[in-house]
């Protein structure tokens, strides 16, 4: 590391006495949890999964970073608060990160700058990005000791914006902006991330989520044969087409169904008595659930149609679900389908906590790439705040909150010759707790 150092400045006094600050501390570093997401990623194998996907044509003689180290370094980055590849060259010279990589903090090289992780962004072709897709559904599907016998899973996309001439985004007059409309794939149970797929600013079509679901529901049978798979999401992805693939392919399904007058009629008597009983009560709301048998004109076949009634002083609503699961209609609707909500609350940790919204490369397959660098981080944070006792405040905290809490530890590296020994803040307020992290992912590691 260069000596150099700029020159010290004052700081307010404090009890009478000179306050000057400098930025020559040598190896310190402000990321001093970052050694447990070496510890995470170690244990999932990310980067060797995501390296092996990808063809790497440079000659191997004159290699600095192999894939392996990018990718771990830009995941290490995006998890820790860093989200674009310009951090690169602020970080690569950073003592813990150098470490976590898999180099030695003081001695080794640097990691490599902004140019080069940009050129990784836009290497893979088309099949090779849809390889890395695929490796974060076996991933998903490793994660769990055994298969289970039933999953659930939520699909849902999100509008991000774009700033500018990207290819595949579309003005969206519904968010009024020019975006993409990425789906995610995720298991609200475990709050693991099953898939992410760019894709155009607009509502999909019934045979896009036809095919989507095509690739991902074979993906996942690769590993779990048996296993009995339900889908579920909004209105957006109850489509006729995606519902006979799934009726066709033994997959269950439960999706939000859009209103019509046909619809409304079938449930006008059960609504009036609803009104009637709310009025007589007094009461601020007042819910009812009927279930029955429907055939929209698009549709090839009767499907059932469970509908929730909610009468309230301020109005009338009403929602309307179709599926092919059994059970009594508030059931299907309060306990199987409300849970879909909190799918919204993972797309934000993805989105908003950890910045996959950064899809600002040209090429389409670029910023599919980045989407994926982004789930392996997610996977990173996840694995750690999984490390967490249950008894912890932080083991269901949010990735900004962890982040806070166990990355953002000032430390001081000491490299000798035969040990590598890493300071952490006296003051560190979770001290314990960071200690107690390490020993799970370690113990839990190869």
Same mark, same amino acid.
């Given at each position: 590391? !260069?000596?150099? !150092?700029? $020159? ?35 244990? $999932? ?33 995006v998890a820790c608060g860093y989200e674009d590849a310009d951090d690169c060259d602020a970080l690569r010279r950073d003592p813990l990160f150098k470490l976590a990589v898999g180099r030695v903090?003081?001695? =080794?090289?640097?990691?490599?700058? %902004? ?17 890395? &897709? ?17 999953? &659930? ?12 001439? %990207? %290819? ?32 155009? =600013? ?10 989507? $679901? ?12 048996? &296993? ?27 999706? =939000? ?67 092919s699961l059994p059970g009594e209609a508030r059931h299907l609707y309060e306990t199987i389908y409300c849970i879909r909500g909190q799918a919204e609350n993972l797309i934000k940790l993805h989105k908003t906590q950890l910045a996959s919204d950064r899809t600002s490369c040209r090429s389409p397959?670029?910023? %599919? ?24 405040? $932080? ?14 530890? =000032? ?36």
């Amino acid at each position: 590391m !260069s000596d150099d !150092s700029l $020159l010290p400045f004052d700081l307010p006094a404090v009890c009478r006495k000179k306050v000057t600050a400098c930025f020559d501390g040598g190896l310190l570093s402000s990321d001093g949890g970052v050694v447990l997401l070496r510890d995470a990623e170690r244990r $999932l194998g990310l980067a060797e999964t995501l390296a092996g996907c990808l063809r790497d044509g440079r000659d191997p003689a004159r290699i600095d970073h192999t894939v392996a180290e990018m990718l771990r370094f830009r995941m290490f980055a995006v998890a820790c608060g860093y989200e674009d590849a310009d951090d690169c060259d602020a970080l690569r010279r950073d003592p813990l990160f150098k470490l976590a990589v898999g180099r030695v903090p003081e001695s =080794g090289g640097a990691l490599c700058s %902004q140019p080069t992780m940009s050129r990784l962004e836009n290497t893979p072709s088309r099949a090779q990005a849809a390889r890395m &897709t695929a490796a974060l559904v076996d991933m998903f599907c490793r994660s769990f000791p055994t298969p289970p016998k039933a999953v &659930t899973l939520d699909i849902d996309d999100t509008c991000d914006a774009v700033h500018g001439h %990207q %290819q595949l985004s579309l003005f969206n007059a519904h968010y009024d902006t020019r975006c993409f409309l990425p789906i995610h794939v995720f298991h609200v149970e475990s709050g693991k991330p099953v898939a992410v797929l760019l894709r155009p =600013g607009k509502t999909p079509s019934g045979a896009e989520v036809r095919t989507v $679901l095509r690739h991902l529901v074979r993906r996942i049978r690769r590993h779990w044969p048996a &296993t009995r798979i339900t889908m579920r999401g909004d209105s957006h992805y109850g489509r006729p087409e995606a519902m006979a693939w799934c009726e066709e392919n033994g997959v269950d399904y439960i999706f =939000g169904l859009a209103g019509n007058r046909r619809l409304h009629a079938l449930t006008d008597e059960v609504a009036d008595d609803l009104k009637v009983r709310r009025a007589e009560a007094g009461a601020e709301k007042m819910r009812a659930f009927a279930g029955f048998d429907y055939a929209a004109g698009s549709w090839n076949r009767t499907r059932r149609v469970v509908c929730r009634m909610e009468a309230t002083r301020r109005g009338f609503d009403t929602r309307y679900v179709v599926t092919s699961l059994p059970g009594e209609a508030r059931h299907l609707y309060e306990t199987i389908y409300c849970i879909r909500g909190q799918a919204e609350n993972l797309i934000k940790l993805h989105k908003t906590q950890l910045a996959s919204d950064r899809t600002s490369c040209r090429s389409p397959v670029a910023n %599919q790439v980045r989407l994926i660098l982004h789930t392996a981080a997610y996977w990173l944070m996840l694995t750690v705040r999984d490390a967490v006792p249950a008894r912890n405040p $932080l083991a269901a905290a949010e990735f900004a909150t962890l982040r806070l809490r166990l990355l953002k530890i =000032g430390a001081r590296v000491i490299e000798k010759a035969a040990r590598i020994r890493i300071h952490l803040a006296s003051a560190c307020p979770d001290a314990a707790l960071f200690r107690a992290v390490a020993g799970r992912l370690n113990a839990a590691g190869p």
